[in-house]
């Protein structure tokens, strides 16, 4: 049976359609149109308590009876034990790929989360305060991506979990003004994920409805 992910076309929620296509795992999608705030339905409460995309349930969870899943994080590992693709063993890789994992949940996301906001702010004075403070940080954090790739070819050297929720992220790159070409090491990655087939359906997947 398919899993269900309910998701919206964001960044966290491309990083699950990206990882349930490269595991090949059949899925339905559930669209949740965050800005008509259906995150809030309670339905779909009852299985992301903190009103956020993205969740999934699958029906055929570790002791065969269905399960649910929130956090972006918890989802990819989750799928990763699953189908123990993307998901390094070896202990070194496996370590490397929960740092970048967390990396990315803890700062590769809440910071060019706040350019996104701030950057559509219309009083000028908020917009200068915070775009200063958090396009800072995030081409900081872009700089240490960047010394990471220049050191291996994917965040925890074989490509894995951490590289899908990364890239959902560095696919708003424009978004959060930030050029690539600035990043070489990035922007080759970058580069050779969006070139991978499975990434390519993971983001073109709908997950808006039509209007
Ligand atoms: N830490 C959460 C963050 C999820 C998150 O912030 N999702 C956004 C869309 S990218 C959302 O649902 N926003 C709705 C809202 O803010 O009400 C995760 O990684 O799953």
Redesign the pocket.
Known sequence: MSIQLYA?D????RKISVALEEMGLPYDVHVVD?NRRE?FEPAFQKISPN????AIVDPDGPDGAPISVF???AILIYLGEKTGLFYPREPRAHVATLEWLMFQ?GSF?PIPGQVHHFVALENETDRRYGLKRFMDETRRLYGVMDRRLGECEFFAGEISIADFAILGWAWRHARHRVDLAEFANVQRWYQTMMARPGVARGFAVPLRRAA
């Open positions: 919206f964001t960044p966290n929620g965050i995150q009103n956020r995309i993205p956090e972006s994080g949940m996301g």
